[in-house]
């Protein structure tokens, strides 16, 4: 089986074109929090992309937003995107 960050690289790779992905689980820094739940996850996304960097960052960040829209509905509580150069 693999682990849910390969998932979520992959959905992504299937539908835009990136050079490198990060995947930084920050989950841990919001345990305090009155909305933490355990069992979703606070995600930083570093992107390397030529083609995201074409656009505008609205715009990518949108594009990201709908291809991980059902793992930010089950999955996903925070999710930062930086796309990188």
Known sequence: MKNYFE???EKIN?????EDIK???NSHKH?????????KFH???KIKSLYLNS???????????KILSQDLKTK???LEISIEK
């Open 76 to 78: 996903i509580h925070a």
């Open 7 to 9: 998932e979520i690289c």
């Open 43 to 45: 995600l930083h996304l």
């Open 55 to 65: 656009i505008s960052r609205v715009s990518a960040q949108k594009m990201i937003m």
């Open 31 to 39: 345990r305090g929090h009155k909305s933490f739940t355990p069992n």
């Open 23 to 25: 995947i930084v689980d």
């Open 14 to 18: 299937n539908q835009i074109k990136i």
